[in-house]
Structures are given as structure tokens and as C-alpha cells.
């Protein structure tokens, strides 16, 4: 992995994801994020309320496309990583309070991803 590094290139992972029915699909993703974070790689979850078969909000039952009543562990997982990518304050070192924009979507309500602090 240290060849992009002597180029002095940065490189963005654009899509990644598991459809949420999969077996150990959270572990997949918890795998996959450290991978680019240890290796200090942008990246970004595909897709969000896109399809429910990429879902963080729908549960891992492929029969049912109905949202979860709690954090589904593809959710927790992104949510850490979200946590450790926290934007901080240079001056103080104390983390932002960040507010992810979440836009009706026809298909599911609109809900934050992460909880209002």
C-alpha cells in the first residue's frame, strides 16, 4: 500500500457498501473503514436512501423493507466512523457540533443519521 504514497496522491474510495441482507455485513464495512483509515483514504458510503437493499435504516431481513425501530449494525458502524472523523475546533481541540442535512425522500421519512448532541 505505500506505492500511491510515493506518488503523493490522495485516494477517495467513491462507492463501497454491502447489501444489508448479506451475512456479517457490518463486520465487512468495519473492515473495509479501517482499511481506508488506516491507510488515511477519503471515502464514502454508497448509498444512502437510495435503495433499500443498501439501507443503513432497513433491518437485515431481506423480506422486510420497513425501517428499523433501532440502529441496525451497518448503522453503528458508519456512525463510529463518523465519530472518529469528527470536525474539531483548531483553536481548542473541542469537537464541532456537526448537523448532517437529511432531504425528504419520497421512499423513506427523513431522520438523522446521527443523534442531535
Known amino acids: 500500500m505505500d506505492e500511491p504514497h510515493s506518488f503523493n496522491v490522495d485516494i477517495c474510495i467513491g462507492e463501497f457498501s454491502a447489501v444489508r441482507?448479506?451475512?456479517?455485513?457490518?463486520?465487512?464495512?468495519?473492515?473495509?473503514?479501517?482499511?481506508?483509515?488506516?491507510?488515511?483514504?477519503?471515502?464514502?458510503y454508497h448509498a444512502?436512501?437510495?435503495?433499500?437493499?443498501?439501507?443503513?435504516?432497513?433491518g437485515e431481513d431481506k423480506n422486510v423493507g420497513a425501517l428499523s425501530p433501532a440502529p441496525t449494525a451497518r448503522l453503528r458502524v458508519l456512525q463510529a466512523a463518523f465519530a472518529r472523523?469528527?470536525?474539531t475546533d483548531v483553536n481548542t481541540a473541542a469537537p464541532q457540533k456537526s448537523e448532517l442535512p437529511v432531504a425528504p425522500n419520497m421512499a423513506t421519512p427523513a431522520r438523522p443519521l446521527l443523534p442531535s448532541k
Open 48 to 58: 444512502f436512501r437510495e435503495w433499500p437493499g443498501w439501507s443503513l435504516e432497513v
Open 21 to 44: 441482507w448479506a451475512k456479517g455485513a457490518d463486520q465487512y464495512l468495519s473492515d473495509l473503514i479501517d482499511v481506508m483509515e488506516e491507510n488515511h483514504w477519503d471515502w464514502s
Open 85 to 87: 472523523n469528527a470536525l
